[in-house]
């Protein structure tokens, strides 16, 4: 069997095609590398720069490498953004996420895993939410997304196609080998811009917001780190193999902390005390979101090795400083090149 990894190149998706690798399976990589990087998959791996709604281009790659299943990671993630631009969001994250299900059923895919966000679950009245809890998205990035596990859940009824939705809170962390991490460079993600901060890379961070309903008034999340993750899609690939019944699941730790616990881990461990600035809260953020995971683990023999902020910081400070060497270099490399190009031969 062959998956097919859609923004393989991705934060998420390149640690999905790791552990899938890391068990032995033979995977496809499919990516825009709009946000992903080809260095971010491993050079032995096929893979295809191109876009989940080529429907032709799908087709040929199912046919090609003999497809049975496909992990949907493409789309488009920052809140904000969704908020100022919400038809590019619902383009990206519903329709595409449409021709790739339309694709996929037409071809003869059995299996079908989908990245989903607790951002569907909106403003909930609870503190700890269970996959129980009614959705109701704030932001256009929630919605995207809601709509996409509806669409997959109609299709799937209709045609039984078997599926899961897994519905993760904050990813943050490197694989701890340091294959791949977040390389993104404009990412919003609040450990990597406080990393960046702490190593003189940004001259500081700002936290949007300081009178939310919370106990220090900054917002509260429940931060999963990455490969722990990645091994949760790997093993609901291998619950729907084993079971063919479909499933709805919260990735998470089942604890939160808040802005100002993560930049306190951040500073602990980098030993700098970095510059915060304190601003007004961002449009389409809830105050707290924090999963409760039982049903994941009562599931799925899922067993997560990095359940601790401090590794998580420092996985994504030590993967923070090996990307500046690297920016280093290749510029430092680049100016050479030029500099060699330029000279005039005597």
């Known amino acids: ?26 995977v496809v990589v499919l990516d825009d590398l709009s946000t992903g990087f ?9 893979f295809y720069d191109g876009d989940v709604a080529d429907s032709d281009m799908v087709a040929r790659i199912i046919r090609h490498h003999d497809i049975t ?5 493409a789309a488009r993630t920052v809140v904000p953004d969704s908020v100022r631009m919400p038809l590019s969001y619902y383009e990206a994250n519903t329709v595409k996420t449409r021709s790739l299900i339309e694709t996929a059923v037409l071809h003869g895919v059995k299996r079908f895993i989908f990245s989903s966000t607790a951002a569907v679950y909106g403003e909930p009245d609870v503190v700890e939410v269970d996959e129980n809890v009614a959705p109701g998205p704030i932001n256009p990035y929630g919605r995207s997304k809601l709509m ?20 993760y809170f904050n990813v943050a962390g490197a694989d701890p080998q340091m294959r791949a991490g977040q390389s993104t460079e404009h990412a919003t993600h609040l450990i990597k811009v406080a990393c960046q901060a702490a190593l003189g890379l940004r001259p500081s961070i700002t936290v949007f917001g300081t009178d939310l309903p919370t106990p220090d008034g ?11 993750l990645a091994d949760a899609h790997v093993c609901a690939l291998s619950y729907l193999r084993e079971t063919g019944t479909n499933l709805l699941l919260n990735c998470g730790y089942g604890r939160g902390y808040s802005v100002l616990e993560v930049l306190d881990a951040v500073k602990r461990v980098s030993g700098v005390d970095f510059p915060v600035i304190f601003g007004s809260r961002r449009p389409g953020d809830p105050a707290a979101l924090i999963a409760k995971a039982d049903k994941i683990r009562s599931h799925l023999d899922w067993r997560p090795r990095f359940d601790n902020l401090k590794d998580i910081v420092s996985q994504a400070l030590a993967w923070e400083r090996y990307e500046a060497v690297r920016r280093h270099a290749a510029t430092n490399g680049h100016e050479a090149t030029s ?8």
């Open 218 to 228: 900054t917002g509260v999340r429940d931060y999963i780190q990455v490969s722990d």
């Open 339 to 346: 500099s060699a190009s330029t000279r005039q031969p005597n």
């Open 69 to 73: 299943e496909i992990a949907h990671f």
């Open 1 to 26: 069997m062959t998956v097919l990894i859609s923004g393989g190149a991705g934060y998420i998706g390149s640690h999905m095609v790791l552990g899938m690798l890391d068990k032995g399976e033979q």
């Open 38 to 46: 080809r260095s971010a998959v491993p050079a032995e791996t096929p």
């Open 148 to 167: 996409s596990e509806w669409m997959l859940g109609d299709a799937a009824a209709a045609t039984g196609l078997r599926y899961a939705i897994l519905r």
